[in-house]
Every structure is written in structure tokens, then in C-alpha cells.
């Protein structure tokens, strides 16, 4: 039986990654912990977003047209605060993040969320969590 996915994304987010793919490459996601970047999904090349021990792979987005997944970090501090929450990375007009991959095609990527059901919780609860270690 597989794990519940604890990050999913919406068809306007597909859509601006399969763009963003197209122009600079695979991609991978950290979710800021906010202060300047407001909490944001930030966009970047795949490797360009030094990982260390204390970020957590949340999940993988796999998209049907893109030859990789894009990867979704964020760290281990956050990841306490948001372990019981499902997120979806979602896509609105506006500026984002000045170092996200995004913000020169007028749009920005932003979390939607909610808790997970208690049998998503039970499946998730004890469930090991892949480091950037």
C-alpha cells in the first residue's frame, strides 16, 4: 500500500513548470520559512538550491510531459509545524520571490493546504522522511 502524497500540485502549476522546464531545465521546489519570502514554494534549478542535513523531501511532483520530477524540499523546523498538512503548490498572477524561477513570467507559485484525514495521518505518522544528508 502506498503513502498518502503529502504535496500535489494544480493543472496552472503543471502547466508553468512544464513551461519553466522547457526553458532552463529540471527543476526543484524549497518552501521558504517565510520573512522575506512570505513562506513561498521557491522555484529553482534542479541543484542550484544547496540542500544541507536539516532539509526534508516532502515529495515529488511527477508531471505526465516532463522527463524528471520535480523534487519539493523544505526544512526540518518547518516540517514539524506543517507534518500533519497536505500542500499544494498552486500558481496566481503577481510578483513572487525575487530568486524564483517564476517571477519573470508574471506569475508566482503559492502553498494551498490542509490537514490530512486521520487515516492519511495513521499511514503518514511514522513514515521516515528522506534528508538532504
Same mark, same amino acid.
Given at each position: !500500500? &502506498?503513502? /498518502?502524497?503529502? @504535496?500535489?500540485? $494544480?493543472?496552472?502549476?503543471? *502547466? ?49 510531459? !516532463? &522527463?524528471? /520530477?520535480?523534487? @519539493?524540499?523544505? $526544512?526540518?523546523?518547518?516540517? *514539524? ?53
Amino acid at each position: !500500500m &502506498s503513502l /498518502p502524497s503529502r @504535496v500535489d500540485y $494544480s493543472p496552472e502549476a503543471a *502547466e508553468l513548470l512544464l513551461k519553466l522546464t522547457k526553458i532552463n531545465g529540471p527543476l526543484m521546489f524549497h518552501q521558504s520559512g517565510g520573512c522575506c519570502d512570505g513562506s513561498s514554494p521557491m522555484c529553482y534549478l534542479k541543484g542550484e538550491f544547496r540542500l544541507g542535513g536539516s532539509d526534508v523531501l516532502i515529495g515529488e511532483l511527477v508531471i505526465a510531459q !516532463m &522527463s524528471e /520530477p520535480v523534487e @519539493v524540499w523544505m $526544512s526540518a523546523s518547518q516540517f *514539524e509545524y506543517w507534518k500533519h498538512t497536505h500542500l499544494t503548490i498552486d500558481v496566481v498572477d503577481g510578483r513572487g520571490g525575487g530568486f524564483s524561477l517564476e517571477s519573470p513570467e508574471g506569475k508566482r507559485f503559492l502553498i494551498r493546504s490542509r490537514l490530512f484525514t486521520e487515516q492519511e495521518w495513521e499511514q503518514l505518522e511514522n513514515s521516515p522522511v528522506k534528508t538532504g544528508a
